[in-house]
């Protein structure tokens, strides 16, 4: 059975294996280089020979079959009825030697898992608070429309100039919408099998959730250990990082470790109080 379940391994990673640089998908798009790879799919950098410009294209994995070209198109449909500045902007979708591929426009920036363990930037409160909101303004935009994103994380948002940009809509869904938790798909022996993940609810609250965890790493990047703190000592979070009390507050809420905000306005309200304060100005 290890035997069977290596060779099932290998192929997909063999059936996943990027596309190499000068390679043109849809006849159209020269890959650059690939610049994310997440469960679903693959993103390439790529130079647009219509136009010259740079575009991201993202492909279904292949090993994932019917249910990854699923997800790809639901995101698709999701960028589409999403258009705004800040967001990758829906090119086209298509179709070549059996893969999906999504074009959309290719949005320059560092991402904050850059930023904090590449480039070693710290973030103090003040400067939290500020990201926060920039991001949140994205989020209530994704939330007025009907959309939550569900995948706040450090690698999906981007910075370019102080202005904060939110990519990588793989996950999201309609407000309400019930997870795709099963999805007949085909494997690659061509036997038919039933896709399943755990997937957050679709609700404003998921993006909050997300959110307090995305303070929390912005916040963690100018924590310094105590020298006197024995290795093996769990500590939460409350204990090891010197927070005001108005802002640990707000991170109990957004992680449901104390009344939760009933949505996104809400917690805009709360963050435009804190930001009229004294000390976080």
Request: neutral net charge; hydrophobic residues 40%; aromatic residues 12%.
């Amino acid at each position: 059975m290890r035997f069977v379940s290596f060779l099932s391994s290998f192929y997909a990673a063999w059936r996943d294996y990027p596309a190499a640089s000068g390679t043109v998908l849809g006849n159209r798009y020269v890959v650059q280089e690939v610049v994310g790879q997440g469960s679903y799919g693959l993103t390439y950098k790529c130079v647009d020979r219509t136009s010259g410009s740079l575009v991201a294209v993202k492909q279904a994995r292949p090993s994932k079959g019917r249910y990854g070209k699923h997800m790809l198109e639901r995101e698709a449909m999701i960028l589409k009825a999403l258009p705004h500045p800040r967001f990758p902007a829906f090119i086209e979708w298509f179709t070549g030697k059996g893969n999906a591929y999504l074009a959309m426009s290719f949005l320059q920036g560092d991402t904050f898992e850059d930023l904090i363990f590449e480039l070693g930037h710290k973030y103090g409160e003040r400067e939290c608070l500020r990201i926060t909101r920039q991001l949140l303004e994205l989020v209530m935009y994704t939330h007025a429309k009907g959309y939550v994103h569900l995948d706040l994380r450090i690698p999906n948002v981007l910075v370019k100039n102080g202005e904060i940009y939110l990519i990588d809509f793989g996950l999201a869904r309609k407000i309400g919408e019930p997870a795709p938790n099963h999805v007949h798909v085909r494997n690659g022996s061509g036997r038919r099998g039933t896709a399943s993940r755990q997937f957050k609810a679709a609700e404003e609250t998921s993006d909050l959730l997300d959110i307090g965890h995305f303070m929390l790493f912005l916040l963690y990047s100018a924590y310094v250990p105590e020298k006197n703190a024995e290795p093996s000592e769990e500590r939460s979070w409350q204990d090891e990082l010197a927070l005001s009390g108005e802002l640990k507050t707000v991170i109990e809420r957004l992680l449901e470790l104390q009344e939760p905000y009933s949505g996104s306005a809400e917690f805009m309200k709360e963050l435009e109080s804190l930001s009229r304060h004294t000390k976080f100005q």
